[in-house]
């Protein structure tokens, strides 16, 4: 197992930029697919990106798409989450998690290992 750890959330105006930060420990970093969850007061967890275990191959959601980019460095045990042109409905408690099963990158049920999240707020 990794154990994760994200940073760098914060209150940001509308069209501003974060960038997240997710620090694992454990020598398997650079095994697993690692994914960006998130969740908004009284909903769902949802996917957001995801990033394959050597960076090849990376997959966002439609709502983010062009405007977040996932990122690794393996060497570092860190994956990133840039996000641009931030809207209000993008403020939630952002997770990272690694992919430990076979279903779909997609899903969060497929991730076994989550960090404790990290507070994005968009302002209007």
């Known amino acids: 197992q990794v154990q994760l750890v994200e940073s760098g959330g914060g209150l940001v105006q509308a069209g501003g930029s974060l960038r997240l930060s997710c620090a694992a420990s454990?020598?398997?970093?650079?095994?697993?697919?690692m994914g960006w969850f998130r969740q908004a007061p009284g909903k769902e967890r949802e996917f957001v990106a995801a990033?394959?275990?050597?960076?090849?191959?990376?997959y966002y959601a439609d709502s983010v798409k062009g405007r977040f980019t996932i990122s690794r460095d393996n060497a570092k045990n860190t994956v990133y989450l840039q996000m641009n042109s931030l809207k209000p409905e993008d403020t939630a408690v952002y997770y990272c998690?690694?992919?430990?099963?076979?279903?779909?990158?997609?899903?969060?049920?497929?991730?076994?290992?989550w960090g404790q999240g990290t507070q994005v707020t968009v302002s209007s």
């Open positions: 990033i394959t275990s050597s960076g090849g191959s990376t």
């Open positions: 454990g020598r398997t970093f650079s095994t697993y697919t």
């Open positions: 998690a690694a992919r430990y099963y076979r279903g779909s990158v997609y899903s969060q049920y497929d991730y076994g290992s």
